[in-house]
């Protein structure tokens, strides 16, 4: 009896950050590979699948996520992130477009976009957070690995 008390006030929660540079695909979609994780409270993350957190207890998750690219802009680039529950949506309306649209500078680093999630999970599920961001700038971008500055997700168990 005491683990399931102890679990409902220690519930499962996962934070990771980005910090090595590395291509993020204009116009297409790309999921954001994790490699520092500071915090995992219930081992959902494995270095052999880095850009999956695998759900250990059913239920909602709170999910924040942050993708932080740097190099040159272009005007009117657009990025988009937006969470993936087991490869797909999880209102099933697409891919991933459940964020929002962020205008990006044409110049400057880094360039941010976030989004705040509700998801429901089965246990053995994986979320993922994806980034797409138009086809303007010449180049693919990176991502930005100034500290305070990265990619980062934060998931929290809240309940089922």
């Known amino acids: 009896m005491a683990q399931a008390f102890a679990f409902l006030l220690g519930g499962p929660s996962f934070r990771a950050?980005?910090?090595?540079?590395?291509?993020?695909?204009?116009?297409?979609?790309?999921k954001v590979p994790?490699?520092?994780?500071?915090?995992?409270?219930?081992?959902?993350?494995s270095a052999a699948s880095p850009t999956r957190y695998?759900?250990?207890?059913?239920?909602?998750?709170?999910?924040?996520g942050t993708v932080s690219?740097?190099?040159?802009?272009?005007?009117?680039?657009l990025m988009v992130p937006a969470v993936v529950v087991s490869?797909?949506?999880?209102?099933?309306?697409?891919?991933?477009?459940?964020?929002?649209?962020?205008a990006v500078p044409v110049s400057g680093s880094p360039m941010v976009a976030s989004g705040v999630w509700e998801v429901y999970c089965n246990l053995g599920?994986?979320?993922?957070?994806d980034l797409w961001y138009s086809s303007e700038p010449a180049s693919n971008l990176s991502w930005s690995t100034t500290a305070g500055t990265q990619s980062?997700?934060?998931?929290t168990w809240m309940g089922i």
């Open 152 to 155: 980062r997700i934060e998931l």
């Open 87 to 102: 490869g797909s949506s999880p209102t099933g309306l697409g891919v991933g477009f459940e964020g929002g649209a962020f």
């Open 69 to 77: 690219l740097s190099g040159t802009g272009a005007a009117g680039t």
């Open 17 to 30: 950050r980005r910090a090595a540079t590395g291509t993020a695909t204009k116009n297409a979609h790309t």
């Open 34 to 45: 994790w490699d520092t994780v500071d915090e995992d409270s219930y081992s959902g993350w």
């Open 125 to 129: 599920d994986y979320i993922e957070l």
């Open 54 to 64: 695998t759900v250990q207890a059913p239920g909602w998750y709170l999910v924040c």
